[in-house]
């Protein structure tokens, strides 16, 4: 996977959700020592991303979190 080293020194906060999914894409790919595919890489991430967003989902519900 080739990704442009600003993307991963920038602020997370700057970046765009595109950026953001490459960026965990990438750092997931390189915790497995680059043996699985971008392919994988991504739905890894959108995973990840998905189990954190219902997280959020349901502790804001329980009113723990102020949406």
């Known amino acids: 996977m080739d990704i ?15 950026e953001l ?3 965990i894409a990438y750092k997931i790919q390189r915790r497995y020592d680059f043996t699985i595919s971008d392919d994988e890489a991504y739905a890894a991430a959108r995973a990840l991303t998905g189990f954190c967003q ?5 502790n804001t519900h329980r009113g723990n979190v102020k949406p």
């Open 21 to 23: 999914l490459s960026r």
């Open 54 to 58: 219902t997280l959020l989902d349901i």
């Open 4 to 18: 442009n080293q600003t993307l991963l020194t920038r602020d997370a906060n700057t970046l765009t959700q595109a």
